[in-house]
């Protein structure tokens, strides 16, 4: 898979040929940098816990914990695109969570398919979105102050359903739907390759996917390109939005519960993964490859953390020299690309 061009990226296809770019740029270079890091960390984890990491089970167990950030974390990469950001991403999985399980707890599981588990999720995460993206566009709101007003609602909403107490499902067919597996890999993970196979596609091969950069780009002259740009970012908070709702079904078939408290602060790792992945802070630039290994490199750290029975402070600290190295890096590179 290649990643999607940056603006600047894509104005230097359509410009004569000039002085070749360092090989230090471009999406190919950041993303074996990513590879190599994963390689390197899985390294470290052979080394350090032997067989209770390199074991089959183990790998699953990384892949699993890995799919519902990672579809949470593809739909971030469209808002960070855009030059915007969704802090509501983790609220609104935990709102979502409740609302299904709440659902799935009374009258409507028992005389209806499981099917309305996931289709509830997903639409209480596609509502919660839609809200964000027309305060965002319409109501002129900061994207900052407009999504954490709706995290700090989602989890008063979620408190309010659940009483603050936790919904424990035991609808059969959806336990076994989630917890299935297929060609030995399990379910969880196969939704996250198609949610990540289909933004490749949306960002990359569309005309949403070359709006969606050209608005993160400059807004002015997308808007003159004839691009409606408004309701283009209302399209892409609606898209966060949805895969919020994704993770959250992902998240009930994963624990068999749903609670107020679900999805805390994910909306942190989740931007954390974009932003390591070489998706642009400031907008023009987005990458779902980046993203997925991204996502892979947070929960294998993780991992590597837990086995060596290291505290959760110390895991927090390196994540975040991660993310300082990697906005570092982000800069650096642009700044070359410039010169270039």
Not at 69 to 98: K, P, W
Request: charge should be positive.
């Amino acid at each position: 898979m290649s990643d999607a061009p940056s603006a600047a990226e894509a104005n230097q296809a359509s410009a004569p040929p000039r002085a070749r770019q360092p090989l230090t740029s471009g999406s190919w270079f950041r993303n074996i940098g990513l590879v190599v890091a994963l390689v390197l960390l899985i390294i470290v984890g052979i080394a350090t816990s032997g067989e209770r990491f390199a074991n089959i089970d183990n790998v699953l167990t990384i892949l699993r914990l890995a799919s519902a950030m990672g579809v949470l974390a593809i739909g971030m990469t469209f808002v960070i695109t855009t030059g915007g950001i969704d802090l509501s991403v983790g609220a609104v999985l935990g709102l979502a969570t409740i609302w299904s399980t709440t659902v799935a707890t009374q009258q409507m599981a028992e005389t209806s398919t499981w099917l309305i588990i996931p289709f509830t999720a997903m639409m209480v995460g596609l509502g919660c979105g839609v809200v964000n993206g027309i305060l965002v566009a319409y109501g002129r709101i900061v994207a900052f102050i407009a999504t954490l007003a709706m995290m700090v609602s989602a989890r008063g909403v979620a408190e309010i359903i659940s009483n603050r107490q936790t919904q424990i499902v035991d609808v059969a067919d959806f336990k076994t739907v989630m917890r299935g597996s297929f060609l030995g890999v399990p379910n969880l993970v196969w939704i996250f390759l198609v949610v990540a196979v289909i933004g490749w596609f949306l960002l990359n091969r569309t005309t949403f996917g070359r709006r969606t950069i050209a608005v993160g780009g400059n807004p002015e002259a997308a808007r003159l390109a004839g691009i409606n740009v408004k309701r283009h970012l209302v399209y892409v908070y609606s898209l966060c939005g949805l895969t919020a709702g994704i993770a959250a079904f992902m998240m009930v078939g994963r624990t068999n519960s749903g609670s107020s408290t679900t999805g805390y602060l994910y909306e942190l790792d989740a931007i954390a993964a974009v932003v390591v992945g070489g998706t642009l802070l400031a907008g023009g630039r987005g990458t779902i490859v980046g993203t997925t290994l991204g996502v892979l490199l947070f929960t294998t750290l993780t991992n590597v953390f837990v086995q060596n029975n290291m505290s959760i402070s110390a895991q927090a600290i390196a994540k975040g020299a991660i993310i300082v190295a990697a906005v570092l890096l982000q800069q650096r590179f642009a700044a070359r690309e410039k010169t270039a």
